[in-house]
T-cell receptor, first 116, second 111 residues
């Protein structure tokens, strides 16, 4: 069964509004979660590393003021896309490890964001 | 040079065929390796880890050549349900660090 749950799975919003995406680890504590983004026919690109109780680490080129990450508990990380624009339309996916550092990542089911 | 490179395909094969995918990675310090499968408009799902000695899981065999920085995936007796994009994935360092994904190789198995 799923070990990482993501919500919502699909959202359509108007340009200029903000959208919050939730990522939960199920039955395990995740001090670190990873947020990826995937444009059509492109590879998954890491956006940021979400750290429980501290600031997220953003990849080069990802605006931290636009993509707000909050990891306030050991089982929940949120990504808020602020003032969304059509070019932010993408597939956003969170992930976490349930076991040791060299183990594979488990992914949430993803959120397909469409900004009109 | 991209950190993980794969032939994007598509590979169109008949049912029952054997198909092989290759992948190269640029960071010689990479610690762990995986193949993920991604269906259209879905999240990636782990297919198998890749071990230095090579490993097999049913119809799937993965190989790793650290000297050549090369990873492969062999699928035997292809099924229609194997149609998907196969992602070569690398963990750069030990510890709880993010994975780096290749662009994927698209496989279509045809009846």
């Amino acid at each position: 069964g799923a070990v990482v749950s993501q919500h919502p799975s699909r959202v359509i919003c108007k340009s200029g509004t903000s959208v919050k995406i939730e990522c939960r680890s199920l039955d395990f504590q995740a001090t670190t979660m990873f947020w990826y983004r995937q444009f059509p026919k492109k590879s998954l690109m890491l956006m940021a590393t979400s750290n429980e109780g501290s600031k997220a680490t953003y990849e080069q080129g990802v605006e931290k003021d636009k993509f707000l990450i909050n990891h306030a508990s050991l089982t929940l990380s949120t990504l808020t896309v602020t003032s969304a624009h059509p070019e932010d339309s993408s597939f956003y996916i969170c992930s976490a490890r349930s076991t040791g550092g060299n183990s594979p990542l488990h992914f949430g089911n993803g959120t397909r964001l469409t900004v009109t | 040079r991209k950190e993980v490179e794969q032939d994007p395909g598509p590979f169109n094969v008949p049912e029952g065929a054997t198909v092989a995918f290759n992948c190269t990675y640029s960071n010689s310090a990479s610690q762990s390796f995986f193949w993920y499968r991604q269906d259209c408009r879905k999240e990636p799902k782990l297919l198998m880890s890749v071990y230095s000695s090579g490993n097999e899981d049913g119809r799937f065999t993965a190989q790793l050549n650290r000297a050549s920085q090369y990873i492969s995936l062999l699928i035997r007796d292809s099924k229609l349900s194997d149609s998907a994009t196969y992602l070569c994935v690398v963990n750069r360092r030990s510890g709880n660090t993010p994975l780096v994904f290749g662009k994927g190789t698209r496989l279509s198995v045809i009846a």
